[in-house]
């Protein structure tokens, strides 16, 4: 597992990102991967993000398609794919492992922060 610690996405893009997540997913860890985590993006790539339920990771995330609109209604200049880590092969959570920027923490284990 390959924690990393940048984002390739202008802060104001990120706060953007991070409102929208808090207001449909709180409780879940978001986690950004691919190509604006490994730093090989251009000004109009996609932000590809993960979202897991912290203490229960085999449950889907109930409120997907609201978290898809949400970012597809938005002002947000890029487009931006959400994945739900319970619907997705152990293989592709291995790829995502090897190196991942975490966008947002749940707020169930928020005090871990």
């Given at each position: 597992?390959?924690?990393l610690n940048t984002l390739y996405l202008l802060p104001r893009y990120r706060k953007?990102?991070?409102?929208i997540l808090r207001q449909h997913v709180p409780d879940a860890d978001v986690w950004a991967y691919g190509s604006r985590v490994r730093g090989d993006c251009h000004d109009?790539?996609?932000?590809?993000l993960v979202i897991r339920h912290p203490t229960a990771?085999?449950?889907p995330c109930p409120v997907l398609a609201d978290v898809i609109e949400a970012f597809s209604r938005?002002?947000?200049?890029?487009m931006v794919q959400i994945i739900d880590w319970a619907r997705i092969p152990?293989?592709?959570h291995?790829?995502?492992l090897a190196g991942y920027v975490v966008v947002q923490w749940g707020e169930a284990i928020k005090f871990f922060e």
């Open positions: 597992m390959t924690v953007m990102v991070c409102a109009t790539s996609d932000l590809d990771l085999e449950t938005s002002n947000l200049p890029i152990p293989a592709f291995r790829e995502i």
